[in-house]
């Protein structure tokens, strides 16, 4: 049977706008590009040569018809993407500072039709997944119900708290969900806002499943023995466009995992491809293949 990562996510299509030097932005967006949270982790992941599923809904729109052969043009299993009639897909406008940092506001429509019938409509294709890849763009109903179907079935999961407004590790429910999970991708500010603590060190002895991103400062997490450690962050040749870095990180951290690399190579594997991706405008085109990473890594001590 083939091996593949299930991601279950929205998709977008991104407008963005490039900040000019008298650090105004234009009115028209520079260019257009695809996006979305869920469909940038799944094409990170398919990049770095692993299989994938997708689960996501689509408006019946032309952007839909975009970000649908955008996923196809990737080599991604669309099989259970739906098209919703009458629904518009999402959007977004990216705002690129000069410096290469984004700021982000989304539209939303066709992610909000996500629901908890999906899990069981696709609950086949989850169980058979080597791991279950989401993000808490959806519905909190929809995300617990697809966190607690995939620890009931033995199936792992990384799960992005994207936003993370809601997830307060002081209340019970929530943490005894994130303890369902294989592992929690966040930024610094993400682990912030959950965990009510700007220690990482402290955090992730609370949450031993939690992997925080922090930019410059690198990732931190704890190995396999439980031991605490920052990977220093790899600085890129030229800083073009952060955005997707962290969905890029998490891709290439799951596969290299697939791949037979233990937790802290993984990381570090993450942390190049990240690297690669902050080279590159739009977070897509930016993502690198298995091979430019491997040609981008060959003098590197693992």
Known sequence: MEKYVVVFGGCSWDSTFKQRQDLSYPDVADIGLPGGKGANQAIAIARAGYNVKMISMLG?????????QNLKDNNINVSCVEILKGVKSDGAQLFVTLTGDNEIKRIRESIDHFNVEMISKYAEVIKNAEYVVTQTKVKRE??????????????KTVVTPCPAKGYDFEDENTRKLFEKITFITSNEQEMKDIMKNDDFEYCIDKLPNLIATAGPKGVNFCDEEGFFINIPAVEPREMKDSTGAGDTFCGNFLVALLNGFNKTQAVKMGVWAATLKLEHFGAQPGMPTSQELKDRTTDVVW
């Open 60 to 68: 019946d729109d032309e952007v839909g018809k975009k970000i649908l």
């Open 142 to 155: 929809v995300i617990e119900a697809l966190i607690n179907f995939c620890f009931e079935n033995k199936v």
